[in-house]
């Protein structure tokens, strides 16, 4: 069981907005930046948001990030077929004194 | 433009250890955290610990203290993960990955990352 949580999927059409929500509590979420990482198997993951809502160079602004309390979440326009990926939401969890992951969520482009 | 470069596929005996390299090399290291990261088939990705190759203060989840050590060497721009008493819950692939900027905390976004390194742990 992830401390963050994370729905186990979503899926839109090509060209349509999803988001995905991540979970959390004030020991987490509530005090610690957010960043969103893009994962296929066998592949190293890729930072997509960092610091709640910024974008690294390269990524283009299709994909944003927000953070309202102890909840994240990261926003995807413009579906494409190669955004088929598990998406991932990570921060710091003070409590436990560690970094924390969701359970992850796999994006279907229908 | 830094990359990280991890040593090669792993296969071990239940109860044995392993050690997973992690080089740095086209950029600077040593003052970030670089983070361990696994993913276990089918599973999601689990943060390990991390450590800052200057200070060489590494921190762990508690699911892994006692059982993984991480260490750095700063002069070689290389930082080492080693699991002992592998079951075969330790099958995985293992990332390590910096963080992006020298004031980022554990935790923080990890912008660079190795090409991971599969364990297979089996009898």
């Known amino acids: 069981q992830s401390v963050l949580t994370q729905p186990p999927s979503v899926s839109a059409a090509p060209g349509q907005k999803v988001t995905i929500s991540c979970s959390g509590s004030s020991s987490n979420i509530g005090s610690s930046h957010v960043s969103w990482y893009q994962y296929v198997p066998g592949t190293a993951p890729k930072l997509l948001i960092y610091d709640n809502n910024k974008r690294p160079s390269g990524i283009p602004d299709r994909f944003s990030g927000s953070k309202s309390g102890t909840s994240a979440t990261l926003g995807i326009t413009g579906l494409q077929t190669g955004d088929e990926a598990d998406y991932y939401c990570g921060t710091w969890d003070t409590s436990l004194n560690a970094g924390v992951f969701g359970g992850g969520t796999k994006l279907t482009v229908l | 433009q830094v990359q990280l470069e991890q040593s090669g596929a792993e296969v071990k005996n239940p109860g044995s250890s392993v050690k997973v390299s992690c080089r740095a090399s086209g950029g600077t290291f040593s003052d970030y955290v670089v983070t361990w990261v696994r993913q276990a088939p089918g599973q999601g990705l689990e943060w390990m610990g991390g450590?800052?190759?200057?200070?060489?203060?590494?921190i762990y989840a508690q699911k892994f203290r006692g059982r993984v050590t991480i260490t750095a060497d700063a002069f070689r721009s290389t930082v080492y993960m080693e699991v002992s008493s592998l079951t075969s819950e330790d099958t995985a692939v293992y990332y390590c990955a910096r963080c992006y900027s020298r004031s980022s905390g554990h935790g923080d976004g990890m912008d660079v990352w190795g090409q991971g390194t599969t364990v297979t742990v089996s009898s």
């Open positions: 450590i800052v190759p200057v200070f060489r203060s590494p």
